[in-house]
């Protein structure tokens, strides 16, 4: 018997690079998995149905790399550059914030994620314990970081996150897991990222940071270090573990090598990297170099949206207009960023594909629109023309969690009264009051 049988849907899998469709498939779930795909399967075993005509199945979106709650800030820090946006916006904003602040910053990030067809997040943030909360509650699958700061507190946020991972590493039926999130070798000092990959061997989990955003970042790393960024953390040893860097826009042909020889995964976050004027990862010489490379919004007060596919194809124009050449990143590779690629980073085998034995996350698209007709490539309709409001069905874990774009498990109404409540409060600035400092760096090249 199966708990749910969504019939008649275009099937689209990604195999070696290629988008594939099955037309007109069932697909049937039982328990958290996708236990057939075919034709015409009995409506007599399945529990539930739901009409996917006209509609197609894709794997649920991933997202390597965001700051869901930072939803709040969305549009307080326009056209500045990245220090201005640290130290004059979001840094001392972000002391404003209450856990409580940082779960209806969550809840109303996942509401948007769900809505543009997004079915698991990596995310970095502090009061993580809040954001565990929203994903609990939700039906979100994630993979969360506390953000670690090196200062005098040191050993106080290290005990922390250890308990935060120990709390909820496999939480809600393993739809959380925990890794540790050191914020970046500029705010970190190289000791204190010792003790960080060192409490994440212990603890059998990966690490998450931001890592080379800049060309300053990198200049002031080999000031302070005679090492750029990617060979500093490569020696204190965080690339033992299972490792998500962001952004990696400034990288050398040996720091390349060295992220593929420690399988560390990029997550590139083009929107972010655009806005702010900082550089965008050389990803097909990353690819060709055996990097996995992944696709993530970053937060919602550089990118304004958590919209996975936006940031997919900005990332294909990108890469297409960097190489001068039409053939860089094509549709299937650039669709591998958002799911295969993204399962691959986050180290969470059975999801991002739309296969038997999988996690049943997908999401029904409806293709009937006028910006997507005539449908005569649905794997370019869905990256190139299609918008979240396209999503009309959201699955994960087996659980429907938007049905006719209604969202399931979120009060979207509340969610908006609590986070407008909050704004006047959360948006005062006392610039003397940071989450960190963002260090004055040589221009750069
Ligand atoms: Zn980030």
Redesign the pocket.
């Known amino acids: 018997m199966y708990d749910l049988l969504i019939q008649r849907v275009d099937v689209l899998q990604i195999a070696n690079g290629a988008p594939v469709i099955l037309p007109q498939h069932d697909i049937a779930i039982a328990g958290q998995r996708i236990v057939a795909i075919a034709p015409a399967i009995s409506a007599g075993l399945a529990r539930e149905t739901l009409d996917g005509a006209g509609q197609l199945a894709i794997p649920g979106l991933i997202n390597s790399?965001a700051?869901i709650a930072m939803s709040l800030f969305r549009g307080v820090a326009e056209d500045v550059p990245i220090e201005e946006w640290f130290n004059g916006f979001i840094w001392p904003l972000e002391t404003n914030l209450t856990p409580e602040d940082v779960y209806w910053g969550a809840l109303l990030g996942i509401a948007e994620m769900i809505e543009a067809g997004v079915t698991c997040v990596a995310d970095?943030y502090f009061a993580a314990d809040a954001i565990a909360q929203a994903v609990q509650e939700s039906g979100m699958r994630a993979l969360l970081a506390w953000t670690l700061f090196s200062g005098a507190d040191e050993h106080d946020q290290l005990a922390r996150a250890r308990q935060f991972t120990e709390q909820w590493h496999g939480a809600a039926g393993d739809r959380i897991r925990v890794w540790m999130g050191p914020h970046a070798p500029y705010t970190c000092t190289p000791s204190f990222l010792r003790r960080v990959g060192q409490t994440a061997r212990e603890l059998g989990v990966g690490i998450h940071i931001?890592l080379a955003e800049t060309a300053g970042q990198v200049a002031q790393s080999m000031a302070a270090h005679g090492q750029s960024p990617v060979q500093l953390v490569r020696d204190t040893g965080l690339f033992e573990v299972p490792a998500i860097a962001?952004?990696v826009a400034h990288v050398a042909p040996e720091d390349i090598a060295t992220l593929a020889a420690h399988g560390v995964a990029v997550a590139v976050?083009p929107k972010?990297e655009m806005k702010l004027g900082i550089g965008v990862a050389p990803v097909t010489a990353m690819r060709a170099a055996g990097v996995t490379v992944a696709i993530g919004s970053?937060?919602a007060a550089s990118n304004n949206t958590y919209d996975v596919l936006e940031s997919a194809r900005l990332l294909a124009l990108l890469e297409k207009l960097r190489n001068s050449d039409a053939r860089a990143l094509p549709i299937g590779a650039t669709l591998e960023l958002a799911t295969t690629a993204g399962a691959r980073a986050l180290r969470w085998d059975d999801i991002g594909v739309l296969q038997v034995g999988a996690r049943a996350d997908l999401a029904l698209v409806h293709c009937a629109t006028a910006h997507t007709q005539p449908l005569h490539d649905p794997a370019a309709a869905l990256l190139y023309s299609s918008q979240p409001a396209d999503v009309s069905t959201v699955i994960i874990d087996g659980r429907i969690v938007m049905r006719d774009r209604v969202l399931l498990t979120i009060d979207k109404s509340r969610v908006l009264r609590e986070v407008t409540a909050r704004i006047e409060r959360l948006t005062q600035r006392q610039t003397e009051q940071r989450m960190a400092v963002y260090p004055e760096l040589a221009a750069g090249e």
């Open positions: 790399h700051h970095h931001h962001a952004h976050t972010t970053d937060g």
